[in-house]
């Protein structure tokens, strides 16, 4: 129903010129509200952009408040809120204009600059933000939704590590992370520079497996997995070819 959805209002957005026409109206409000300095392709290109997130999202919004309290709640997943549903919008929104206004006007100063081989340079500075993104992501804005406390000692830690010992994985940090206030999903993943990893485990999969740690290291073998079949530096490649 989302893909339906999506289609038709991606047929109308073709259909009725509303791009060109948004395009026109940001104008407006550039040359009506902003200091005449401020005129340029690339602020225009920034409020056109915005406008147009802000109403992808509203348009978005009833499907997503069904999902997380309907869909989830019917089935006894959902452990959100309202208003926890609200603050995540709302900080999502805050991060896409923090980093999507400097990364939007360089995006369009490399095009204006290097001609007709802006793909190329383009494909570069996309590489260096992806690199970017993944470094900072758990330090900057994984903490604005969720926090991560230190594993504490038991059978689970220790079997674990144990699992990283073998593999030789660079295991730095156990850390878990309060998927609950969210979600009765359960998951496990890894993150950091190849030289010092941290394992995040979601609370709601310590809590389902409490009596038997051993299933916790299972879901573990299996994204340790990835790490040892270098999956997501082949994926990498794979994508940027």
Known sequence: MSSIIGTLQEFA???WDLLPKLWGFTGVLLAKYFPARFSGEITHTLIFF????IISTTLSLPLTYYQTFVLEEKFGFNKSTVKLWIQDLIKSQALMVVFGTPLISAFLK???????????????????????????YPIVILPLFNKLT??????????????????????????????????????????????????VIYD?????SKDEPE????????ELGHWKLNHTGKLFMISQV
């Not at 709601?204 to 389902?208: D, G, S």
């Open 13 to 15: 957005i073709l259909y």
């Open 50 to 53: 915005f406008v147009f997130n």
């Open 110 to 136: 490399i095009i204006q600059k290097t001609g007709n081989w802006f793909f190329f340079y383009l494909w570069l500075f996309a590489i260096g933000v992806q690199v970017f993104a993944i470094t900072i």
């Open 150 to 199: 230190p594993l504490e000692e038991g059978d689970l830690k220790t079997g674990v590590e144990k699992l990283a010992a073998r593999l030789k994985f660079p295991l730095h940090e156990l850390y878990v992370i309060d998927g609950s206030k969210r979600s009765a999903h359960s998951n496990a993943y890894f993150y950091g520079l190849p030289w010092k990893k941290h394992i």
């Open 204 to 208: 709601t999969l310590i809590e389902k």
């Open 215 to 222: 299933e916790v290291v299972a879901v573990l073998a299996h």
